[in-house]
């Protein structure tokens, strides 16, 4: 617990399952004196106070911006341009506006034109989630031990950043520094094109006609089904994620079509040692994943009962 709050007031625009497990983190942690929150939906204004989230929940997100110190937009990257221009002429003097979307390029291209001069605007990312969604999703644990990755313009105030990342520190998260040109084509290999893949590969079987939906749902063996988890993900949070970061997306998909016409030819011509290179390659890639402490190498396969807030725990 921290002697005094972070942030005297933070204000979260969306409260889905990032800005929920932000709220309960924050809490956690005593890192802000008040949290309120912006939702358009009555039912999702009604559940963020219920759970006990946030102290006030608000229809109009200035309202919530309004004399906020920290300022997280939380919502599909489509809204953030609408958004950043209803909230900027409510923002005081020194107050911090950053994000939790999967694509920092638009941030820069939409966000930024619509603020004040005397804010500070400090993309971030945290990389965590789940394939769930709405604010009773959320779970504190959800950014214990996870990567947020901000992406500060060059001249960005540094006392300003080193705040926003002592607020993920204080989240659980650890924080990394890059350029929001290289984060959008890190994440289009890492998270964007395999989310696509699932989507895709998922969409396939249901369109099979020699094997029925019900034949595809009842032998789902562990690979389709963590490729159905994928795919269960928000469909408008995804489809902005593709609209907005298609130039990366589109550059690492072509280099997957290019190695997975290679592995098309390695089967065809029964080349079972390029299989096995490229197999014993990519376990060793699965065993630093678990050695970082990204993943656990527990055989569960989606077993767990669930944690705090429904979830499976980290």
């Keep these: ?27 956690r942690a005593g890192l802000a ?24 929940a608000y229809e109009d997100p200035a309202e919530a911006a309004r004399d906020a110190d920290l300022i997280v937009l939380a919502t599909p990257l489509g809204a953030f341009g609408p958004l950043a221009r209803a909230i900027g002429p409510a923002l005081k003097a020194g107050a911090i506006v950053t994000d939790v979307g999967s694509v920092k390029d638009i ?7 619509a603020l004040p001069l005397n804010v500070h605007l400090i993309p971030g990312h945290p990389v965590a989630g789940t394939e769930h969604s709405g604010p009773a999703a959320g779970f504190a644990e959800l950014f214990d031990g996870r990567w947020c990755i901000l992406t500060p313009a060059p001249d960005a105030d540094e006392a300003a950043v080193a705040r926003l990342s002592a607020f993920w520190t204080g989240l659980g998260a650890k924080v990394e520094l890059m ?9 289009a290999i890492t998270s964007h094109v395999p989310h696509l893949i699932a989507y895709n590969i998922v969409g396939t079987a249901s369109d099979l006609e020699t094997v029925t939906r019900s034949e595809v749902i009842k032998y789902s063996a562990g690979g389709f089904r963590d490729f159905t988890r994928i795919a269960a993900s928000d469909p408008t949070m995804w489809r902005d ?10 550059e690492m998909l072509g280099r997957f079509v290019e190695d997975l016409t290679a592995l098309q030819r390695a089967i065809r011509w029964g080349d079972g040692d390029a299989l096995f290179e490229l197999f014993t390659r990519t376990r060793a890639i699965r065993r630093s994943i678990i050695d970082a402490g990204q993943d656990s190498a527990a055989p569960d396969f989606g077993r767990r009962p669930p944690g705090p807030g429904g979830e499976p725990p980290a």
Excluded: Y
Excluded at 107 to 113: M, T
Excluded at 179 to 187: C, F, K, R, Y
């Design 1 to 27: 617990m921290t002697d005094a709050p972070l942030f005297q007031r933070v204000a979260l625009l969306g409260i889905g399952l990032i800005g929920a497990s932000m709220a309960l983190a924050m809490r």
């Design 33 to 56: 004196g008040e949290i309120v929150c912006a939702a358009r939906s009555v039912e999702t204004r009604a559940a963020a106070l219920s759970l006990g989230l946030v102290s006030a």
């Design 107 to 113: 941030v820069f291209r939409d966000v930024a034109p």
């Design 179 to 187: 350029s929001a040109e290289h984060h959008d084509l890190v994440l």
């Design 241 to 250: 994620v593709f609209l907005t970061n298609k130039t990366a997306v589109l």
